[in-house]
């Protein structure tokens, strides 16, 4: 077989880039394994899944309160019953599909990996993280309690 000068042969190319989307697949396949026993076992009968260690110990819901019954009405379908449940999860489950989406295109790609986030907006997702769990816990804003 005779390459032309400067070409290299497709196929070890293309097996390098289906080997560097281990990551992204492995974690897209967790992810779906996750999905897969949350939709199967309903979190909304008790005992199913332990307690929030936050609720048990305060009795305040913390950011993450509501999360699996959350997913469990997106594999059911129903939007409305998820954001009711924890509208921060389902308002980040976009943003987390866009950055696994730059992972598979930068893996593929070869592109070098991203700079971190700055630490602003890494602050600035804690502090908007710790407000919704405050302001779920308050009178005002038990709409967003789960």
Known sequence: ?????????????????????????????????????????????PGRYPTCPFFALTGHWCPGCGTLRALHALTGG?????????????????LLVLIWVLWVRRSWTGAPRARPAPPALIWASAAGALLFGLVRNLPFGAGLAP
């Open 1 to 45: 077989m005779r390459i032309a000068a400067g070409r290299r042969p497709a196929g070890p190319r293309l097996a390098g880039q289906l080997a560097s989307l281990t990551g992204p697949v492995t974690s897209a396949a967790a992810a779906a394994a996750a999905l897969a026993v949350i939709a199967g076992v309903d979190p909304n009968q």
């Open 78 to 94: 129903d939007l409305a019953a998820a954001a009711g449940l924890n509208l921060l999860t389902v308002a980040g489950l976009p």
